[in-house]
């Protein structure tokens, strides 16, 4: 099945810095990633995705780059802000939504 | 956008009894839905693919007795976690996405369970 890392686990950043968590996979077949913002206790939220047949998205502040070839991809953050603080979560899907994997997860602190 | 709401938010149960949960698309159909557990500062981990009409899938693992999914509807799928235990408390959330092509995942809000 599917594998999925996610990097780092925890990350402090100083307001203004910027921030990026990486995720690889190990399916060549996974075509579409997505990521999600989770606050404590509430639901994941989708921020940015990206499809296999693109290298990079990007909206406002967030940015997704994806490497097929090396089965990576990546959350960049600019001018980080405290409400940016939270969990952010990768996912990998493969088909139609037939399976979704998700990363393990990194909290993301923002410091004023 | 598409809403997926889900109840109850937070319950407290004795040990024994059963709690269901429910996971409602509203403004749009899902054959398809999926439900999730995640411990504290944990990832989501899936435990079992709901199927309008027909029997979830479950993951490796997870007790299809245990854990009962209903998929009645295009809009309604249900979890309810029989003869619940302490170490059944946890966060469940749901997800569901429209039939639609390229319509991405949308989460419920989850539901806290406490067994005492």
């Known amino acids: 099945g599917e594998n999925v890392e996610q990097h780092p686990s925890t990350l402090s950043v100083q307001e203004g810095d910027s921030a990026v968590i990486k995720c690889t996979y190990s399916?060549?077949?996974?075509?579409?990633f997505p990521w999600y913002k989770q606050e404590l206790g509430k639901r994941p939220q989708l921020i940015i995705d990206i499809r296999s047949n693109v290298g990079e998205k990007k909206d406002q502040r967030i940015a997704v780059t994806l490497n097929k070839t090396a089965k990576h991809f990546s959350l960049h953050i600019t001018e980080t802000q405290p409400e940016d603080s939270a969990v952010y979560f990768c996912a990998v899907v493969l088909g139609g939504y037939q399976k979704v994997t998700f990363g393990t997860g990194t909290k993301l602190q923002v410091i004023p | 956008g598409a809403v997926v709401s889900q109840h109850p938010s937070r319950v407290i149960c004795k040990s024994g009894t059963s709690v269901k949960i429910e996971c409602r698309s509203l403004?749009?159909?899902?054959?398809?839905m999926f439900w999730y557990r995640q411990f504290p500062k944990k990832s989501l981990m899936l435990m079992a693919t709901?199927?309008?009409?027909?029997?979830?899938?479950?993951e490796q693992g997870v007790e299809k007795d245990k854990f009962l999914i209903n998929h009645a509807s295009l809009t309604l799928s249900t979890l309810t976690v029989t003869s619940a235990h302490p170490e059944d408390s946890s966060f469940y959330i749901c997800?569901?996405?429209?039939?639609?092509?390229?319509?991405?995942?949308?989460f419920g809000n989850g539901t806290r369970l406490t067994v005492t």
């Open positions: 399916d060549s077949a996974s075509n579409y």
């Open positions: 997800s569901a996405r429209d039939t639609g092509k390229n319509s991405p995942l949308h």
């Open positions: 709901s199927n309008e009409g027909s029997k979830a899938t479950y």
């Open positions: 403004d749009f159909q899902a054959t398809t």
